[in-house]
């Protein structure tokens, strides 16, 4: 039988039931350090990454004699999984595309319409007594950039014209002309959708070339009313000109889900960026946690355990990676 290590959350035990009946056993420790997953990985044929691990170098090779495949349970592999040391030891590599689109496009509305009602520091402000009546801006109607019209971006595009009839700019790797014909959205440079969009809404991949594609040249043609939305990696966006921009007022606010480094630090004084201790009204933080539904988790186990299942009875999987 062969084993599959699952560091994330266990899988329900009806998926378990039927994987065993396939010949996978699965084996759910629950969350581990690296130390603890390269033991965990002994004897191992198959693993599914919980959602914050790295895997390393050093735990692909340590694993080499056994792992066969890495089943990224997401989008963002690239991020978490060093790709080339996996294809070095042929080791596989696959992801989950679209699972989790429509989670995160939902979670980016939330987002949008968060911030733009200011509910979070109405909320805060409301229970400690206060009274103060924000003025908050309308949805209906407005400009939306779109930065990677992938499977999500596109669902944010819909769902931003069918309810709330905003205008649709986008801008993205590759032109898409039946968004363009049926949301009447524009294919435009990325600076111009800076400067024209009152919400920024970023949905593309981080790769070296988009690292922190959205810099100070982008920011300072932003509006003072801009909203800019962060549902992928942090690290897309200048963490300072940022900083900078919500201090100053030049955009009005932005909301990620999803920090620089994976996560905030323990002691959030030692926030090197200074965004963690800015009001409510000007930077909201979630924990990379848009795609975590129950619906979206499911279909994610899914596919990614099918993935193992292709690899090893086919040699292929359409997920594949390397």
Same mark, same amino acid.
């Given at each position: 039988?062969?084993?599959?290590?699952?560091?994330?959350?266990?899988?329900?035990?009806?998926?378990?039931?039927?994987?065993?009946?396939?010949?996978?056993?699965?084996?759910?420790?629950?969350?581990?350090?690296?130390?603890?997953?390269?033991?965990?990985?002994?004897?191992?044929?198959?693993?599914?990454?919980?959602?914050?691990?790295?895997?390393?170098?050093?735990?692909?090779?340590?694993?080499?004699?056994?792992?066969?495949?890495?089943?990224?349970?997401?989008?963002?592999?690239?991020?978490?999984?060093?790709?080339?040391?996996?294809?070095?030891?042929?080791?596989?590599?696959?992801?989950?595309?679209?699972?989790?689109?429509?989670?995160?496009?939902?979670? &980016?509305?939330?987002?949008?319409?968060?911030?733009?009602?200011?509910?979070?520091?109405?909320?805060?402000?409301?229970?400690?007594?206060?009274?103060?009546?924000?003025?908050?801006?309308?949805?209906?109607?407005? &400009?939306?950039?779109?930065?990677?019209?992938?499977?999500?971006?596109?669902?944010?595009?819909?769902?931003?014209?069918?309810?709330?009839?905003?205008?649709?700019?986008?801008?993205?790797?590759?032109?898409?002309?039946?968004?363009?014909?049926?949301?009447?959205?524009?294919?435009?440079?990325?600076?111009?959708?800076?400067?024209?969009?009152?919400?920024?809404?970023?949905? &593309?991949?981080?790769?070296?070339?988009?690292?922190?594609?959205?810099?100070?040249?982008?920011?300072?043609?932003?509006?003072?009313?801009?909203?800019?939305?962060?549902?992928?990696?942090?690290?897309?966006?200048?963490?300072?000109?940022?900083?900078?921009?919500?201090?100053?007022?030049?955009?009005?606010?932005?909301?990620?889900?999803?920090?620089?480094?994976?996560?905030?630090?323990?002691?959030?004084?030692?926030?090197?960026?200074?965004?963690?201790?800015?009001?409510?009204?000007?930077?909201?933080?979630?924990?990379?946690?848009?795609?975590?539904?129950?619906?979206?988790?499911?279909?994610?186990?899914?596919?990614?355990?099918?993935?193992?299942?292709?690899?090893?009875? &086919?040699?292929?999987?359409?997920?594949?990676?390397?």
């Amino acid at each position: 039988m062969k084993k599959i290590l699952i560091t994330g959350p266990s899988p329900p035990d009806e998926m378990k039931t039927l994987m065993k009946n396939q010949g996978y056993e699965i084996l759910s420790p629950g969350v581990l350090k690296e130390d603890e997953i390269i033991d965990a990985l002994v004897g191992v044929d198959a693993y599914i990454p919980g959602g914050e691990d790295m895997v390393t170098e050093r735990i692909i090779k340590s694993a080499k004699n056994t792992l066969k495949v890495i089943s990224f349970n997401g989008v963002g592999y690239g991020y978490y999984v060093d790709v080339p040391a996996a294809k070095k030891h042929n080791i596989a590599v696959t992801y989950v595309p679209h699972a989790n689109s429509l989670a995160v496009a939902e979670f &980016t509305v939330a987002l949008i319409l968060t911030l733009m009602k200011k509910i979070p520091i109405m909320n805060k402000e409301t229970k400690s007594g206060s009274w103060h009546k924000y003025v908050s801006q309308d949805v209906s109607g407005k &400009t939306i950039g779109i930065v990677g019209m992938g499977s999500i971006g596109r669902l944010v595009a819909k769902k931003m014209y069918y309810g709330f009839g905003c205008k649709i700019l986008y801008y993205s790797r590759t032109r898409e002309s039946d968004i363009e014909q049926e949301l009447d959205a524009e294919f435009v440079e990325l600076h111009e959708l800076c400067r024209l969009s009152d919400v920024i809404t970023l949905h &593309t991949p981080y790769t070296s070339e988009t690292r922190y594609i959205i810099d100070e040249k982008c920011i300072n043609v932003m509006n003072r009313d801009t909203v800019l939305i962060n549902t992928a990696r942090a690290e897309l966006v200048s963490p300072i000109a940022l900083r900078d921009a919500l201090v100053s007022s030049k955009i009005n606010a932005a909301a990620f889900d999803c920090y620089y480094s994976g996560k905030v630090p323990s002691d959030t004084s030692e926030d090197t960026f200074g965004l963690l201790n800015l009001p409510d009204d000007k930077f909201i933080l979630t924990p990379h946690a848009a795609y975590n539904t129950v619906n979206s988790n499911t279909e994610v186990d899914k596919i990614a355990l099918q993935n193992i299942v292709d690899i090893f009875t &086919t040699g292929s999987c359409s997920n594949r990676v390397v």
